[in-house]
Structure formats: C-alpha cells, structure tokens
C-alpha cells in the first residue's frame, strides 16, 4: 500500500514536488531534550510525587491513616531480593554528548580536502561511528543503531536489522552495540533513565510542545484509588486482582490486595473467590486465604517483598487491566496491557517522533505567517509524512521556492522554547514521490 502511494502521487505538466524534510529529525529532537531538561532525577521525581495531578497520583493511600506505615508492617523478614537501578542519574549540568555533536555542525569548518572533493563538511552518523567504533568506516552500523535507540528497540529487534538473525551470538553483539551507545553518550542513557522512571510512576510523556501520550492501562494503574488487574504467571494462576495501588517502580506496581479469583474460563474452579482481605475460612489457613489449593499467588517460589494484603505485582505479569464500574473517571472500562518494557519503549519513542512532528507543525506556522506566500509562488502543500513537508510547485517558481524554504532553518532556530540543537532542513526535488 505504501508502494501505490509512492507511485500515485505525481504532478501534473509544468509542476514539480519540493520536499522539505528535517534531517535526523527524530535524534535532534531527542539530543533536545535531554540538552534542556531543567530537573535532576532525584528532583524530578520529588517533584511527581508532591505536585498536584489531574487525575490524583495513587489516590488509594488516603485510604490508609498512613500507607507507608502500612508497607513498613507487612515488610517479609524473609525476602532477600534487591532494587533495580538502570542507568545513571540525570543531571542538567552533566555533558550533553549528543546535543554537543550536533552544535558542532555548525562550528566546524570544512577542511581543504573536503572543500576541493565537494563533500558535506559534517555527517552526523560519522560523528556516532566514530565515538562509538572509533572509525568512519562503521557508518551504516552507526545509523541504525543510532536510529534504533531513538525507536527504542530491543537488542533482539537491532540483531534482526543488522544481522537479520536473532540467534545468540548475535543478540549479544547487539546489545554490546548498545551498550557502547551508551558509553559513548551517558546523557542519553541517563535522560532516558529519567523519563522511564517517570513513565512507571505517570504513565504518560509529553513533547517539547506539551503534547501528551499515555498509555490506558498504566494510567489506570497509577490514578485510580481501585481496579482489577489480570495477573498469569507461567503454567501456573491466572487471576483477576482487585487491587488499590500505593507506588510503582521500574518492576512492579506495589498495591493492597482486596480480593482474588480466578480468570482461566477454562479452570473448574473459573470465578471461584480464592482471597479477600476482610474474610477467614476455619481452619489452619491465615486470614484472607478461601482456599487451600497450591496457588503461586500464596506460595511464590521465592519470598516476596511484602506479606498479604501487599504485594508487589511485576508489569511483566500483568496481561489486562479493567476499572471498578464505580470509577469517577474510567467507568467499567477495559485494556489490554502487553508489559512495561514495551511501554516505556513506546511512550520513550513518543517524545523524538512526537517532537518532530511539533517541528513540522512549527514549519507549516513559519510558513503560514509568510502571508499570502503559498499564493505568490502558486505552491500547495499536498503531503505531510512524518518528518517531511510536501509542496506541488510550478517548474518556473521552484528555485525561489527552494530558497524561501531553506531560510526556514534560521526561522525555526528560535521558535521552539529551550530548543538549543540546531535544525537542518534538506530540500528534494522530483516529479514524483518514490524518486525523492
């Protein structure tokens, strides 16, 4: 389908495309932000914690006279488990690797050999070869991994493009690329640590121009005071959780548990009520426990953080998310939840490809104050891809088209609040938009 539209799109006689695309326009935005954020790690957290959200942040803990008193008591003298810590700390002094390669662009002088050959006097992606590989020669790697990074791929999806296997010994290589990315440029590594902290904690992101994404399910997790979430376990429980939710970190959503039943439909035992915290059954079994079958929910293979009614929950065995019909923002509603790793990567990605199309929008605005431009040059815009603007123009008009357009770039320096990478605008030209 996206072949056909290549070939569609076509002008008529006289007319040619003129695409204005932002070069490297998802990792510009990225160097961007993480060159500007005003916060340290510990501070911006601080700051999601006792700034006011709406909806609330874990409104279950004005249930609680005091909830961390609460997690304090129910603490399992026998767990012997540790935090999880991914990357470095943010901080806005430390050195912005990645928005210094890209300033560089406009600092560096070309050298004679460059000038005489008539090549481009920077690339970026030599500049991410170079750090990273210590050689120009791995440029090709250097792009995707650089691309592969921003898309927040997985080790196994950057071995399936560079290798085009997802074998072992292949993996691993990937992930030492990645690794090396990170080595090579610590400020990504750590803003990207920030911003999957605060996606645990919110479920949400936003651009550079205050544009939100979040993901449904995660911020049910984290805003409503009482919901059920759908937890499996592998060749063991499938269970609905009524939960109210206390904290969340990179692993797992702490909560009160209120009751448990099983979800397997294919079970005997399908709706049966196996926990509640205010019931008992007689007998040997401790409060809240309905039955005596061997369930991992009772009896994990190792010993939990907290003792029933809390539990830590782990994102990775969360698998649907529903809330209470009762709820006074998402009234019975239901989503899908395909673990926090593959959210953080989405929400991650969100805040280069969401800038970028901020940055085109900003293009379209710098166009539209030219009054009257559009109609003088006889152009129309006739597509917008990604990180591209598309004009038809007449044959005669398109050199003056091409040097009002490429002005841009000194026009949209300064629009973007705290933007301080700067912006590179390349201009194609074809008939049609497969041969740009």
Known sequence: MEDCFFLVLVVGPGHVLVAVDVAQADIRVLAAMAESFPFSTGTHLWRINKLKHDPALFPARQLFTNWRVLLKDHRNPHYMGGSQKLGPAYSPKMKKVLAEAFQSETNRVPTKTERRAGKTPWDFYNEVAVKVFGSVKSRKIAKI??????????????????????????????????????????????????????????????????????????????????????????????????????????????????????ADDDSPFFTNLIYHHEKERPGMLPKGRLSDLPYRFFNPPQAMMYCLPI??????????????????????????????????????????????????????????????????????????????????????????????????????????????????????????????
Not at 210 to 238: F, N
Not at 248 to 260: E, I, K, N
Not at 383 to 396: A, I, W
Request: include cysteine.
């Open 145 to 262: 991994l650089a691309l592969s990074t921003v898309n927040g791929k997985t080790a196994k999806g950057l071995a399936d493009d560079l290798f085009g296997s997802t074998a072992k010994a292949d993996v691993a290589k990937a992930k030492q690329y990645i690794q090396s990315f990170y080595a090579a440029f610590p400020d990504v590594d750590a803003f990207k640590t920030l911003i999957t902290e605060q996606i645990a904690r919110t479920g949400m992101v936003e651009t550079f121009g205050g544009r939100p994404r979040a993901s449904l399910g995660h911020r049910w997790m984290v805003t409503e005071p009482e919901l059920e979430i759908r937890v499996t376990y592998a060749r063991s429980d499938d269970l609905w959780l009524r939960v109210r939710p206390l904290k969340a970190s990179l692993r797992c959503l702490t909560c009160y548990v209120v009751s448990a039943e099983v």
């Open 311 to 436: 539990r830590n929950v782990s994102w990775r065995s969360i698998r649907a998310v529903r809330t209470l019909p009762e709820s006074a923002n998402y009234p019975g509603e239901f989503s899908l939840y395909r673990g926090f790793d593959k959210i953080a990567r989405q929400l991650f990605n969100h805040i280069a490809q969401g800038g970028t199309a901020d940055v085109v929008k900003l293009m379209m605005l710098e166009v539209c104050k030219h009054g009257g431009v559009c109609e003088r040059y006889n152009a129309r815009i006739v597509n917008v891809v990604h990180d591209e603007l598309v004009f038809e123009v007449p044959e005669m008009s398109r050199q003056k088209w091409c040097a009002f357009m490429s002005e841009l770039r000194e026009a949209l320096g300064e629009d973007p609040p705290g933007f301080k990478v700067p912006i590179k605008i390349e201009v194609k030209i074809a008939r049609k938009f497969g041969e740009m």
